[in-house]
């Protein structure tokens, strides 16, 4: 299947594992890789860049197939040395990475210089049009449906596919809900050039995550997420549990 992610990617399937917090280690990035999507080592999870070149070179021990590196920049008190983390991403060879959060305005020229290809993962469309104009070469488009952070304007796929389709240039990846190959389809009809796709895969052997909590995704149904910290304009879409409905209440609790 060639489409332009694809073509960019040099990937047989327009599918990319989304990046995940303790999930995206070697052994599933290597997995999606050798299945001919795109594996993604979550960066930010090796706690330094030279731990980050060690689980770069494990995963090529297990493919010789493209592979990328996910780096969200995260509004903390003391940030990661981030121009560390993308050195260690260029000198380990690998040539594409995934980037959230905040604006990678600041590092596109270090990511240009050695030669990185950037996607940048986005919850609206003038975002991923600010993403195109600074130089990003593709965007991630996450629909309101997505696990993680789905941004704060509720904007479903099925309306915000088209919408990025007519506005950008670049080729993008839908993201959220998506899980099977009519996810794929459906992406694709709606003007995606592939899928970005995250929880789906933490139900394979291969993620590093106890059988329990595989378990409960395949039994869970559409009724089963909640959004949390909606009152810090830091929203999040996550599995329910007795600890989520607990946060909730926190949330909505009038404080004197």
Known sequence: MRTRITDLLGIEFPIVQGGMHFVGLAELAAAVSNAGGLGMITGLTQRTPELLSREIFRCREMTDRPIGVNLTFLPTFSSPPYLEYIRAIAESGVTIVETAG??????IPAFKSAKITVIHKCTSVRHARKAEAI???????????????????DVPNLILLPRAADQLKVPFLASGGMADARSLVAALALGADGINMGTRFIATQE?????????ALLNATEMDTRLIMRSLKNTERVLNNASVSRLRDI????IP
């Open 102 to 107: 905040r604006s990678p305005e600041e590092y």
């Open 135 to 153: 130089g990003c070469d593709a965007v991630s488009v996450d629909g309101f449906e997505c696990g993680g952070h789905p941004g704060e304007d």
């Open 251 to 254: 949330e909505t609790e009038k």
């Open 207 to 215: 993620a590093p995550v106890h059988p329990n909590v595989k378990r």
